[in-house]
């Protein structure tokens, strides 16, 4: 069957106890998981059956992890080799229900009383049998191409056609499933017999086997109560001659043991000097500490200095660029009024030649004016005055010279 389950390669009782102490489900399976401690519980002999003077309590629903913590408690109580069967219904019941109460996977406070534990035992015994023949049947009817995922539909399908109910205890299936009990219910309606099969000497019986061809490896069946019992009290006549061997054997260890101490107290010795070069070297070690500690300080005195240089280098270069910025202003500044300058010159310059331009123009017409001047005064017929004479004579003067 499915090779993830944990039960599946134990070869007894003893090993399933133990692989159910640090195994968790498989996550394929939508249960929570469960451990529990030793099979070993107080074994009270109060009964159920006495009447309660209790209140009756409110009905609490069965989880899927009370039930797979009730399973673990029958199998752990009813496979005691020790007690056995050696005791009565109150009391087994009493011990199942001790054993549920202590388990950490049971919400702390919670208890069930011990007919509670026997009636959903009971319930699920039923129904996990019934389910055990429908997965016979299932089982009977596979072909090559189905898988167990298959088989274990094809017998949810056969119980509810036979029984008209869903089987909702598929957890408590997969727990026992493995178990010598159920094993051989499921292999005696596969062989068409409900005869149980004899063992031989812990070896599985043909029942067993034929479930083993379909992919599960049953437990051998738990030793006697008388074989549990005697085993402890029996000596065998070789014991005396173990106990001497184990003597002597001893006194050779403590010879061993003696020359051993005498090594050790010799690489103690060494040990303790070098214990002391040790601590010589700590101490040097911690001198150098301190003095590295000190250049560690006087090292963070002139990185402070250095930083504190630095901001004000830093200050220092800020102001330089505003005065760079303030000379680039003035520069611009300057720049702006050369050229005012040299267009004020060019303008200079051209009134200066409009300016001899109309001196020149001036001279002309002065020239002019003194030439038709002087001509009006040669041509004048009438005799001249002192000052025409003088003037004609100064614009005569003034003609030749130029």
Request: hydrophobic share 35%; aromatic share 6%.
């Amino acid at each position: 069957m499915d090779s993830s389950n944990p039960f599946s390669q134990t070869s007894n009782f003893v090993d399933l106890l133990n692989s159910q102490q640090n195994t968790d489900f498989p996550e394929t399976y939508p249960y929570a998981s469960f451990s529990h401690g030793s099979s070993q519980l107080p074994r009270q002999t109060s009964s159920f059956c006495e009447v309660s003077t209790i209140a009756r309590r409110e009905r609490k629903k069965w989880t899927v992890t009370d039930d797979l913590v009730l399973i673990s408690a029958w199998l752990n109580t009813s496979k005691d080799p020790v007690v056995g069967n050696e005791q009565k219904a109150c009391a087994f019941w009493q011990r199942i229900a001790v054993y549920f109460a202590a388990s950490p996977k049971v919400e702390r406070g919670e208890t069930r009383e011990a007919i509670q534990c026997k009636q959903r035992w009971q319930k699920m015994n039923d129904l996990v049998c019934k389910f055990c023949g429908a997965y016979a049947a299932a089982t009977r009817q596979k072909t090559s191409c189905q898988n167990e995922a298959d088989t274990v539909k094809l017998a949810h399908g056969i119980f509810y056609n036979d029984h008209k109910i869903k089987f909702n205890l598929h957890h408590a299936w997969e727990e026992l499933r493995n178990d010598q009990k159920w094993c051989e219910i499921a292999s005696s309606k596969i062989d068409g017999s409900g005869k149980k099969r004899k063992y031989d000497d812990g070896a599985q019986s043909e029942s067993s086997q034929a479930t083993s061809n379909l992919g599960d490896q049953p437990t051998n069946r738990p030793p006697g109560v008388k074989a549990a019992k005697g085993a402890s009290g029996k000596r065998s006549i070789a014991d005396h001659q173990a106990v001497t061997h184990f003597q002597t054997m001893c006194s050779i260890k403590e010879k061993d043991l003696a020359v051993k101490e005498k090594d050790l107290a010799v690489k103690e010795k060494d040990l303790a000097v070098k214990e002391k070069d040790l601590a010589v070297k700590e101490k040097d070690l911690a001198v150098k500490e301190k003095d590295l500690a000190v250049k560690e300080k006087d090292l963070a005195v002139k990185e402070k200095d250095l930083a504190v240089k630095e901001k004000d280098l830093a200050v220092k270069e800020k102001d330089l660029a505003v005065k760079e910025k303030d000379l680039a202003v003035k520069e611009k500044d300057l720049a702006v009024k050369e050229k005012d300058l040299a267009v004020k010159e060019k303008d200079l310059a051209v009134k200066e030649k409009d300016l001899a331009v109309k001196e020149k123009d001036l001279a002309v017409k002065e020239r002019v004016s003194k030439m038709s001047l002087l001509d009006s005064l040669i041509s004048k017929k009438d005799s001249l005055s002192e000052a025409e004479k003088a003037l004609k004579q100064k614009l005569l003067t003034e003609m030749l010279s130029n």
